[in-house]
DNA sequence: CGCCGATATGTCAAGATAGACATGTTTATA
DNA sequence: TATAAACATGTCTATCTTGACATATCGGCG
């Protein structure tokens, strides 16, 4: 039996609101994304399964076979209890940070460029984040929508994603440029370290 | 052949420096396991693979069995072009965040609870990042170590962990407070939206 | 001398995930 | 009316990752 955490996102998800799995696959492309990727050969199966356990039930099959589903009261118990009573995995996985335990191995001039690249992918994330929350607050202001319980958890992600963005980019900013003013240092330290090891590679010294 | 993150990764970390499988498996643990966890199963057959690639080599047997790899002449010229030509992977993978999204189902008390716990959970690993920045300090002040290539990026990967963690309790702990002010609001939203749900259970009309 | 904990290397099975392949329908537009 | 784009659901294989199992050595302490 499966009980990962996809599945029980999509309980959650469902629960908010009766969805299909394509529903639910543009959900997590969309707006999901970058908190848990989840593509469509994942979520087909997961919902059969969690139907199978009788958490799900389809309420309506309609064009193209399009079956939506709805939580059941299992369903929603299942949920509340994984929130309450597990604690989420907090691991982290950051290609950019592992890179960086590398990085000594390039010259200063493609650190920076290495640098200048986070800098810029992560901007244009920020300005997304942005464009989604100017967004959600003109909705907001013109169907004078309460803030619901969904939509207020949506936001608080949406401001995490926001500081995230511009911590990220403040700390690439100054990493940057702290490589760019210490360049020399730089790459006389790179030349040392890449030549010892060409020594140790002839002879059989390898202790530095 | 096998040309994953973690075998550029290992291919780096003993460019760095010599090492046995064992070392690297603590390496990860010990202060890579926040950015890219990997346990000795996965990196042990990696090793393996890479020497077979001509990418590593043994280069000393010692006391248990102890294989220490160096890298060859292509070993570093390959994590050099993959540093170099392929753009990090920048998808993360946040349960706390997916949660969030499923949050508006426990009651106001619970949520609160749920940031008490992100918030404690992450002080503690920011008082870790700082004891370990402040040894790192202290033994550059008494080794008087020059900040060598490796040195300086481990601590840019250092402080960016102190900075995310910062910003996270700021950002939670903001979280947490809205959510305990407006907890009245909270738990009439939620009523309505579990009530609708078994309205449309019982009934067949699913939409809201 | 015996035992424990740390060192050290491996394998195997199960589950999670990504990418490619496969198929059919509906709607809008040219 | 052809056709493209979006809708909609699925499968399959390969790879990544974890946790459990398995084994053996070395050093220190009682």
Same mark, same amino acid.
Request: charged content about 25%; overall charge positive; proline content about 3%.
């Given at each position: 039996?499966?009980? %990962?955490?996809? %599945? !029980? ?7 908010? *609101? ?10 997590? #492309?969309? /707006? ?16 059969? =399964?969690? #139907? ?25 118990? +299942? ?10 995995? !907090?691991?982290?996985?950051? +290609? ?10 390039? #010259? %200063?001039? =493609?650190?920076? &460029?290495?640098?200048?690249? =986070?800098? #810029? ?15 959600? =607050?003109?909705? !907001?202001?013109?169907?004078? /929508? ?10 608080? &992600?949406? +401001?995490?994603?926001?500081?995230? *963005? ?6 690439? /900013? ?28 002839? %002879?059989? &010294?390898?202790?530095?």
């Amino acid at each position: 039996m499966r009980t %990962s955490v996809l %599945s !029980r996102a999509l309980l959650g998800l469902i629960a908010a *609101e009766p969805m299909s799995g394509y529903g639910l696959a543009r959900l997590f #492309e969309r /707006t999901l994304a970058r908190a848990w990727p989840a593509r469509h050969p994942q979520i087909y199966p997961a919902l059969a =399964e969690l #139907e199978e356990q009788g958490l799900l039930r389809v309420i309506e099959t309609g064009p193209r076979r399009r079956k939506t589903y709805a939580v059941t009261a299992n369903g929603v118990a +299942e949920v509340q209890r994984w929130l309450r009573d597990t604690a989420p995995d !907090r691991t982290v996985r950051n +290609e950019t940070i592992l890179r960086l335990f590398m990085l000594w191995l390039l #010259e %200063s001039r =493609e650190a920076v &460029a290495f640098f200048d690249g =986070e800098i #810029e992918s992560h901007r244009q994330r920020l300005v997304g984040f942005e464009q989604t929350l100017a967004d959600d =607050e003109r909705q !907001r202001r013109e169907h004078g /929508t309460a803030q619901g319980g969904i939509a207020f958890c949506a936001s608080l &992600a949406l +401001e995490w994603g926001i500081r995230y *963005e511009r911590e990220y980019i403040e700390w690439a /900013t100054q990493s940057r440029d702290r490589i760019a003013a210490g360049a020399k240092a730089w790459d006389v330290a790179r030349e040392q370290r890449l030549g010892q090891h060409k020594a140790s590679h002839s %002879s059989n &010294a390898p202790t530095c």
